[in-house]
């Protein structure tokens, strides 16, 4: 059976022309931002990739079909959806089998971005081990699917509100590179640094773009995590942070908030409590990942694929 990819005419142009294309994922439309500042930073986040020399390709699936890049009508009619699934790799199949509705996440834009032939993604933040994740076992599919798909993940490290030392752990484990851009500290969503060592370093475009060839010639299976720090200008710090994360949490474990829920509601929370700042810092990191995913891609358009 032939996966069902229906590409945009701007995808499937730069492809025939053999120009780079990035991945953009689709729940920061459905489920990251408020309508209608939804539909004016998807715009944005495509904007940024063609100024910076490469494609946009926002993922989604609609009318039966992973959609590889969005027309501004099916944009359009995507910020203005209701009850749209949050997609990773459990539900994928399922929702495309049933013809409903998805936006796709970190994990479920990887396998989306590789049926296409894509090789870099550009999203916020990845998902990783919640904290108590060694009581509730809450581990993103995110980490696992960066250990299998062969894509290059352009994000501001992981999210803030999860632990961070067990995620770096996981992503060791699973032989996950995580390659700090132009610097030694490990990213935290909001923050530049989390007080964690990055992994590995590397600080330029080509070195990134060499780094995820050579694992397909040694015949490593995954792609690698580029951990880019938020613009210093949009930085809220981890300080100031850490104490309103905490009062989020304690208040999702007092209102047993569980499962796909968790992380909706903390990002909520912390929204009210830093009284919309959090949200711009968000959409800052955002588009300064979807530059420099651009700028990966570039390198590897000009590398060749074996």
């Not at 992973?66 to 359009?76: F, K, N, P």
């Not at 999860?162 to 610097?183: A, C, K, N, Q, S």
């Not at 990002?267 to 530059?291: F, H, K, Q, V």
């Amino acid at each position: 059976m032939t996966p069902p990819l229906l590409w945009s005419p701007e995808a499937a142009a730069a492809r025939e022309a053999g120009r780079p294309l990035v991945a953009l994922e689709s729940t920061i439309i459905t489920h990251g931002l408020p309508h209608p500042r939804n539909l004016e930073v998807a715009r944005a986040l495509e904007e940024a990739v063609r100024e910076a020399g490469a494609a946009p390709a926002t993922m989604a699936v609609m009318d039966g079909a992973i959609r590889v890049g969005l027309a501004e009508d099916d944009l359009q009619r995507l910020a203005d959806a209701r009850e749209v699934a949050k997609l990773s790799r459990a539900d994928l199949a399922a929702t495309l089998a049933a013809g409903r509705p998805g936006a796709t996440t970190v994990a479920a834009t990887m396998i989306c971005a590789r049926l296409a032939g894509i090789e870099v993604f550009a999203t916020g933040g990845i998902g990783g081990a919640h904290r108590g994740a060694e009581a509730s076992w809450d581990v993103s599919a995110d980490l696992h699917e960066l250990a299998r798909t062969p894509v290059t993940v352009v994000a501001a490290g992981a999210k803030a509100i999860l632990d961070l030392p067990r995620t770096l752990e996981v992503l060791e484990t699973l032989g996950v590179p995580v390659i700090g851009w132009r610097t030694d500290a490990f990213p935290a969503f909001w923050s530049r640094d989390s007080g964690l060592p990055a992994p590995l370093r590397m600080d330029a475009p080509a070195e990134v773009a060499r780094a995820h060839r050579m694992r397909g010639a040694l015949g490593i299976e995954g792609g690698q995590l580029l951990a880019n720090p938020i613009p210093a200008e949009a930085e809220i710090p981890a300080a100031t942070l850490a104490p309103l994360i905490a009062q989020a949490i304690a208040e999702a474990e007092a209102q047993a908030i569980s499962a796909k829920a968790v992380t909706p509601f903390l990002l909520g929370r912390i929204l009210e409590l830093t009284d919309g700042a959090s949200l711009e810092a968000n959409i800052a990191l955002a588009l300064n990942n979807a530059r420099l995913a651009a700028q990966v891609a570039r390198e590897l358009a000009a590398l060749p694929r074996d």
